[in-house]
């Protein structure tokens, strides 16, 4: 049974570094990619970006791009998110997904999250 | 600010229908597949519908999705006690070429 298992809440001051692991078991890892998506309180879910395990390709949010890092150790079957210099805005759950993603006959895309980790609380106090 | 916009909140008695519906645009819905998520604080989020119609493993037929042009729906019938969540709609976006979702909605069950 594919499972994500994500690391614990982290509490960070304004301008340092986090970085959440999500440990993935139960499936090929680098078959699949891993996304990643943000609830910050009282408001809904943000993609943040997603991660081609198999060759490292990235794609980020664009309000986020140059803040965020996704890396994946397949080694160790675990994705990694990187936030760099973080602001309060920064404060929510971060959430993890194995990603299924390609595209139809009629050359739409899908991106199918479906398998998601518990989420990591990240705390960035104002 | 979403792309895709769903009402706050839906609420229905036990064994009632509740439908949700989620409105984007042609660079979203209108072009891609629609999903749906469902979000219950502590655990972790659930994809019930994907490719607009069909459930996800384990999901109960009383979950059903459509689309139609630029916007999607999520019903749940014959509603139940642990259907209490929050429901996102999301899609990929070619223009912003991510992956957008809903505003969000949370459904009460009376």
């Known amino acids: 049974q594919a499972q994500l298992v994500q690391s614990g809440t982290e509490v960070k001051q304004p301008g340092a570094s986090v970085k959440i692991s999500c440990q993935a078991s139960?499936?090929?890892?680098?078959?699949?990619?891993v996304a990643w998506a943000r609830q910050a309180p009282g408001h809904g879910l943000e993609w943040v970006g997603w991660?081609?395990?198999?060759?490292?390709?990235?794609k980020y949010a664009e309000n986020l791009q140059g803040r965020v890092t996704l890396t994946a150790d397949t080694s160790t079957s675990t994705a990694y998110l990187e936030l760099t210099n973080v602001t309060p805005d920064a404060t929510g759950v971060y959430f993890c997904?194995?990603?299924?993603?390609?595209?139809?006959?009629?050359?739409?895309?899908?991106?199918?999250?479906?398998?998601w980790g518990k989420g990591t609380t990240v705390i960035v106090p104002s | 600010q979403s792309v895709l916009t769903q009402p706050p909140s839906a609420s229905g008695a036990p064994g009632q229908r509740v439908t949700i519906s989620c409105s984007g645009s042609s660079s979203n819905i209108g072009t891609n597949p629609v999903n749906w998520y469902q979000l219950i604080p502590g655990t972790a989020p659930k994809l019930v519908i994907f490719r607009n119609d069909q459930r996800h493993s384990g999901v109960f037929g009383r979950f059903s999705g459509s689309k139609s042009g630029t916007s999607a729906s999520l019903a749940i019938s014959g509603l139940q006690s642990d259907d209490e969540a929050d429901y996102f709609c999301a899609a990929w976006d070619d223009s912003l070429d991510g992956y957008v979702f809903g505003s969000g909605t949370t459904v009460t069950v009376l």
């Open positions: 997904a194995r990603v299924g993603t390609g595209w139809f006959a009629d050359n739409s895309y899908y991106f199918n999250m479906d398998v």
């Open positions: 139960g499936y090929s890892f680098s078959s699949y990619s």
């Open positions: 991660i081609n395990v198999y060759n490292g390709d990235t």
